[in-house]
């Protein structure tokens, strides 16, 4: 699901993009946000029909050795361990995710060669033989080697990332949280529920969408008076040779302060410096906490910023 520091992120895209036009037309722009977050679940749905489609690999690779004019005992009785998996099994019959792959056009038609050269990679691996050789059958070894076949041979691949990447140039961005929930799904599947796969919500929070809304509609209504701001304080920097990035960070980070009551001072500047730290110059990490640190002084006296909930008054 997605997260404060993903939402964050999200929010800092589009107001990037939005920066770059002369007339912003804000309530197109917040379409695109909210867009781009839900298209963060197709990502997640992509990922867990691959799984599927490595199973359907595994059982055309039978077909095929059966169909030889020789087959060999192995082709004739081969070892279903793997297309039987428990996990797999239940990622294809998942209805929730089938419906949503049906729903949104998902689908790796186009990739065959692809999701064939991932198989045979993993049918040559030490995991995958010592997996099939076991005598052992039990869902918990069904779903922990399900888990480390998605860490060592799916996570990590590099021409699936470019996939992704040309399908969205923010999906390279989202794949570390979609990682995490593709991992966290399977390894959280239970015998006993009906669908043994529970998907995981999107959203932690139905107040997600209005916290993205709200950062991003009033960043930039008070684009002026907060980089008015954010230059007064840095008197000492050349306003041009400071990171357009840096900027805005630090007024997304002035308008949390403002305006989300609930949300603790020293999270909002912990968040701001963390992005900067992927999303900047090496040295816009001290920077933007030397700024904010002073803002927060001088927004305090002024009593601008009010902090509401147990522990934060």
């Known amino acids: 699901?997605?997260?404060?520091?993903?939402?964050?992120?999200?929010?800092?895209?589009?107001?990037?993009?939005?920066?770059?036009?002369?007339?912003?037309?804000?309530?197109?722009?917040?379409?695109?946000?909210?867009?781009?977050?839900?298209?963060?679940?197709?990502?997640?749905?992509?990922?867990?029909?691959?799984?599927?489609?490595?199973?359907?690999?595994?059982?055309?690779?039978?077909?095929?050795?059966?169909?030889?004019?020789?087959?060999s005992q192995d082709d004739l009785n081969p070892n279903l361990k793997f297309v039987n998996n428990v996990i797999l099994n239940a990622l294809e019959n998942n209805q929730r995710?089938?419906?949503?792959?049906?729903d949104n056009a998902i689908g790796w038609a186009e990739e065959k060669d692809l999701i064939k050269k991932v198989f045979n990679e993993i049918r040559e691996s030490d995991l995958y033989q010592e997996y099939m050789n076991s005598d052992r059958v039990a869902f918990s070894e069904d779903r922990k080697f399900i888990a480390q076949l998605f860490i060592d041979f799916v996570a990590p691949n590099e021409?699936?990332?470019?996939?992704?990447?040309?399908?969205?140039?923010?999906?390279?961005?989202?794949?570390?949280?979609?990682?995490?929930?593709?991992?966290?799904?399977?390894?959280?599947?239970?015998?006993?529920?009906?669908?043994?796969?529970?998907?995981?919500?999107l959203y932690k929070d139905p107040e997600d969408i209005g916290f993205a809304k709200e950062l991003f509609r009033k960043t930039l209504l008070n684009e002026k008076e907060y980089t008015a701001m954010i230059v007064e304080k840095a008197k000492n920097w050349e306003v041009d040779r400071i990171a357009a990035m840096d900027i805005l960070l630090m007024r997304m980070g002035i308008t949390e302060l403002i305006n989300f009551n609930s949300i603790p001072t020293k999270v909002t500047l912990n968040e701001y410096i963390e992005l900067s730290k992927d999303y900047s110059t090496p040295k816009s990490k001290v920077f933007i906490n030397g700024i904010l640190d002073k803002l927060v002084a001088d927004l305090t006296k002024e009593n601008k910023i009010k902090k509401i909930g147990r522990g934060l008054m």
């Open 1 to 71: 699901m997605l997260n404060r520091r993903h939402i964050r992120m999200k929010v800092m895209q589009t107001l990037y993009a939005a920066m770059q036009k002369e007339d912003t037309n804000i309530a197109l722009y917040e379409k695109e946000l909210v867009k781009s977050m839900e298209r963060v679940y197709d990502l997640y749905a992509y990922m867990l029909l691959f799984m599927v489609k490595l199973k359907h690999a595994a059982e055309d690779r039978i077909e095929k050795n059966k169909a030889k004019k020789l087959p």
């Open 97 to 102: 995710l089938n419906k949503y792959v049906e």
């Open 159 to 201: 021409q699936l990332h470019h996939i992704f990447e040309e399908k969205s140039i923010y999906w390279v961005d989202d794949l570390p949280l979609i990682n995490s929930m593709v991992l966290r799904t399977i390894q959280s599947a239970k015998k006993e529920t009906e669908q043994v796969i529970t998907l995981m919500d």
